[in-house]
């Protein structure tokens, strides 16, 4: 997939005049790309479209108008494209109830998922893969709650997804087990990104 390029970003004048409609755009993308594990995860599959409205946004919020500082973001975000033959997403930790914790709690709460970037697999059929974890989020003392991910789809697994198998997405981790049954619009996306190589 065609990594985003800095003239593919308009400048914070031009996007704020599109932002409205653009925002309600990628709103409904990430519906279609999004899939709940359970109450505590949290997965979106990533894609050009996704990653330049984050570039954007950053640009907007840190009023970032100098191209290599906007070359830095892209370089940063580029890195959730996924690459040919991949999936790519990010999958976040929620944690029901979080704004009554204290931080000592939250802490522990997040690190009772050490060792999920052993734990999450996606199966298209009869094909298991494996998650790969990004390195560098996490430590023994201190779990992440964002991490990325990719999938490493080969040319059997891609086949099986175009001829409708089931998908789902499956933690099996020693403190948290969700599984989930992607909808067609989800595999109908991811069948798009993998066209797109």
Do not use: C
């Not at 003239?7 to 914070?12: K, Y």
């Not at 505590?40 to 894609?47: H, P, Q, Y």
């Not at 108008?65 to 990010?90: F, H, M």
């Amino acid at each position: 997939m065609r990594k985003a390029a800095l003239a593919d970003v308009l400048d914070l004048v031009a996007y704020e005049k599109v932002r409205d409609a653009r925002r309600g755009a990628i709103i409904e993308t990430k519906k279609k790309r999004r899939v709940a594990l359970g109450d505590s995860l949290t997965l979106l599959f990533e894609n050009r479209d996704t990653v330049l409205f984050q570039v954007q946004e950053m640009m907007r919020a840190e009023r970032i108008v100098r191209d290599e500082r906007i070359q830095d973001e892209l370089d940063a975000y580029n890195a959730l494209v996924p690459d040919l033959g991949e999936l790519s997403a990010t999958l976040f930790i929620e944690i029901p109830g979080l704004r009554g914790m204290s931080q000592e709690e939250v802490h522990r709460a997040v690190n009772r998922f050490q060792g999920l970037d052993r734990a999450v697999t996606l199966s298209l059929g009869d094909h298991a893969i494996a998650a790969r974890f990004e390195t560098g989020h996490s430590s023994e003392e201190k779990m992440a709650a964002v991490h990325y991910l990719r999938f490493a789809v080969s040319a059997a697994a891609r086949e099986a997804l175009a001829r409708d198998a089931p998908a789902r997405l499956v933690v099996d981790h020693p403190r948290y087990a969700a599984e989930a049954l992607l909808a067609p619009a989800v595999t109908q996306e991811l069948r798009k990104d993998l066209d797109s190589d």
